[in-house]
T-cell receptor
Framework: GENVEQHPSTLSVQEGDSAVIKCTYS??????FPWYKQELGKGPQLIID?????GEKKDQRIAVTLNKTAKHFSLHITETQPEDSAVYFC?????????????FGKGTLLTVNP | GAVVSQHPSRVICKSGTSVKIECRSLDFQATTMFWYRQFPKQSLMLMATSNEGSKATYEQGVEKDKFLINHASLTLSTLTVTSAHPEDSSFYICSARRWDTEAFFGQGTRLTVV
């Protein structure tokens, strides 16, 4: 089955700096890669996603890059703010259709220091 | 994004009793719903996948007789933890998806069995 590795497990940055979280996946057939933000005591919130036919996607301060050859994808947050502090999960999915399961990374605890 | 509502957000029950958790897609019809369990500081663990009107598909190691899942309509799925014990205490999260769109998550339910 699919295996998703996520690094680092914790990341501390100063407000205004950039943060980068990296994930690798094992199954070359995976074609959908979402990123979720989870605040304490809440469910995950989709913040950005990318499909395998695209190399990069950006939404304001958040961007995701995908390298299919190397089987890795990364989340980039620029101009970090204290409210960006949360746990971030990457995930990978193979195939289309609603039944296909997401395989999650272990998560990254991001702390943005004022 | 679409809204998935999960209820209750917190529940405390006595050992040996059953508790039901509801997951509703508020503004879309969900062809598939997923139930996850999350332990503190860990990633999401998929328990089961359910499609409206059919039996849920459980992941390996998940007791289907203990975690009863019903997906009676395109907007409602329920998870019933039967004969709950303290080791069932956890954070349970549902997600819903319509066809090949992204998955949206509920806010989670904190179950404490005393």
């Amino acid at each position: 089955g699919e295996n998703v590795e996520q690094h680092p497990s914790t990341l501390s940055v100063q407000e205004g700096d950039s943060a980068v979280i990296k994930c690798t996946y094992s199954d070359s057939a995976s074609n959908y890669f979402p990123w979720y933000k989870q605040e304490l005591g809440k469910g995950p919130q989709l913040i950005i996603d990318i499909r395998s036919n695209v190399g990069e996607k950006k939404d304001q301060r958040i961007a995701v890059t995908l390298n299919k050859t190397a089987k890795h994808f990364s989340l980039h947050i620029t101009e970090t703010q204290p409210e960006d502090s949360a746990v971030y999960f990457c995930a990978a999915q193979k195939g289309g259709g609603s039944n296909y399961k997401l395989t999650f990374g272990k998560g990254t605890l991001l702390t943005v220091n004022p | 994004g679409a809204v998935v509502s999960q209820h209750p957000s917190r529940v405390i029950c006595k050992s040996g009793t059953s508790v039901k958790i509801e997951c509703r897609s508020l503004d879309f019809q969900a062809t598939t719903m997923f139930w996850y369990r999350q332990f503190p500081k860990q990633s999401l663990m998929l328990m089961a996948t359910s499609n409206e009107g059919s039996k849920a598909t459980y992941e390996q190691g998940v007791e289907k007789d203990k975690f009863l899942i019903n997906h009676a309509s395109l907007t409602l799925s329920t998870l019933t933890v039967t004969s709950a014990h303290p080791e069932d205490s956890s954070f349970y999260i549902c997600s819903a998806r319509r066809w090949d769109t992204e998955a949206f998550f509920g806010q989670g339910t904190r179950l404490t069995v005393v």
